[in-house]
């Protein structure tokens, strides 16, 4: 096992399979010294495990709950990363995009885009500390409450 490897087994993480893309696109591409990942949703297991707009108040999914749901997007994104690159040759996470689908009133996004910036420090160290945007939309891929993408320079 190598040093990611070996800090995600540390973190009790279990890299799932790339996802598979649900259109004509792939879940990750190497372009130079990057890698790509395309949006990565919340997926555990095939499924989403809550869905719809993220806000304060009934029927809506709390900030917290998307909070984990954004730390689950990036470990799907370091799955799509380990598709295409040995996880070892990530030199620095450089740039994070989160999309937050928020009732009209919310404006947490950044603290909810922190579940995915906050993982990829945990993995990667001071190499997965990043640029990144947080915005809010009115609707996601299937009514996810969360996508997350990446952007990485290797070696």
Not at 33 to 40: E, I, L, N, P, R
Not at 60 to 72: C, D, G, H, I, K
Not at 131 to 141: H, I, K
């Amino acid at each position: 096992m190598g040093r990611v490897a070996d800090r995600l087994a540390e973190l009790g993480i279990d890299l799932p399979e790339a996802a598979t893309p649900a259109g004509s696109y792939q879940p990750a591409v190497i372009s130079g010294d990057h890698v790509y990942t395309s949006g990565q949703l919340p997926v555990v297991g095939g499924e989403l495990p809550q869905t719809g707009q993220v806000g304060e108040g009934a029927g809506l999914v709390s900030p917290a709950a998307a909070q984990e749901m954004a730390r689950t997007c990036a470990i799907n994104a370091i799955a799509a990363v380990a598709s295409v690159v040995d996880l070892d040759r990530v030199q620095q996470v450089v740039k994070v995009v989160g999309f937050v689908s928020s009732d009209p009133g919310f404006t947490g996004q950044p603290g909810v885009v922190n579940g995915a910036s906050d993982l990829l420090a945990e993995v990667f160290g001071d190499a997965g500390r990043h640029a990144r945007s947080a915005v809010g939309v009115a609707v996601l891929p299937l009514d996810a409450s969360v996508e997350v993408e990446v952007c990485v320079r290797i070696s």
